[in-house]
């Protein structure tokens, strides 16, 4: 398990986040081989999820305004891990995040065919009801093919820092690298 908070260097056309070219993201990663039954899968997706929902329940209690917080995931085609999904990354998460509404199989998923057996998206209402997405992620197969094991397993996400800062917080934010 890894993590990391840097500036991040987006182009065009891979910059689902946010549309400037230099942005601040919060990035998690986590490694490690699958077990029968989907287990590790659902629940490192469940323990990045809450990771993320948990920082936006935190920018809200600091003042930030949003509105509704939704959390949209895309299984991959053919993918034989929609019941540990429900059971142990839905479920849980519902239960720990009861304002959160939860989506399985979402339909607008930007990544669609990147990220398997699935990925998803976090995304949360501005004062406007305008929803901003704010954090993406989901399995890669690049430690499997790295380490050639087919058991091995790569879960990544970033959350757009800087954008919930400007779409959430109330009042103006001085640009990076000034004080107010």
Same mark, same amino acid.
Request: proline share 5%; net charge negative.
């Given at each position: 398990?890894?993590?990391?908070?840097?500036?991040?260097?987006?182009?065009?056309?891979?910059?689902?986040?946010?549309?400037?070219?230099h942005?601040?993201?919060?990035?998690?990663?986590?490694?490690g081989?699958?077990?029968?039954?989907?287990?590790?899968e659902?629940e490192?997706?469940?323990?990045? !999820?809450?990771i993320?929902?948990?920082?936006?329940?935190?920018?809200?209690?600091?003042?930030?305004?949003m509105?509704?917080?939704? $959390?949209?995931?895309?299984?991959?085609h053919?993918?034989?891990?929609?019941r540990?999904?429900?059971?142990h990354?839905?479920?849980?998460?519902?239960?720990g995040?009861?304002?959160?509404?939860? $989506?399985?199989?979402?339909?607008?998923?930007?990544?669609?065919?990147?990220?398997?057996? $699935?990925?998803f998206?976090?995304?949360?209402?501005?004062?406007?009801? $305008?929803?901003?997405?704010?954090?993406?992620?989901?399995?890669?197969?690049?430690?499997?093919?790295?380490?050639?094991?087919d058991?091995?397993? !790569?879960?990544?996400?970033?959350?757009?820092?800087?954008k919930?800062?400007?779409?959430?917080?109330?009042?103006?934010?001085?640009?990076?690298?000034?004080h107010?």
């Open positions: 398990r890894l993590c990391t908070s840097h500036r991040e260097l987006h182009v065009p056309f891979s910059a689902p986040l946010r549309s400037e070219s942005a601040r993201v919060f990035a998690l990663s986590t490694a081989a699958s077990t029968s039954g989907f287990h590790f659902a490192r997706l469940r323990e990045q !999820l809450d993320q929902l948990r920082l936006l329940a935190a920018l809200r209690r600091e003042g930030g305004r509105g509704l917080v939704r $959390v949209e995931l895309f299984e991959a053919g993918s034989l891990f929609h540990a999904l429900l059971e990354t839905v479920g849980p998460l519902s239960r995040h009861p304002d959160v509404r939860i $989506v399985a199989d979402g339909e607008h998923f930007p990544l669609r065919g990147y990220y398997a057996p $699935v990925g998206s976090v995304l949360a209402e501005d004062e406007a009801g $305008v929803e901003q997405r704010v954090g993406i992620g989901g399995f890669t197969d690049w430690t499997r093919r790295l380490l050639e094991r058991e091995e397993r !790569l879960l990544v996400s970033t959350m757009a820092l800087e919930m800062c400007e779409a959430f917080s109330a009042g103006r934010h001085p640009a990076p690298g000034t107010d």
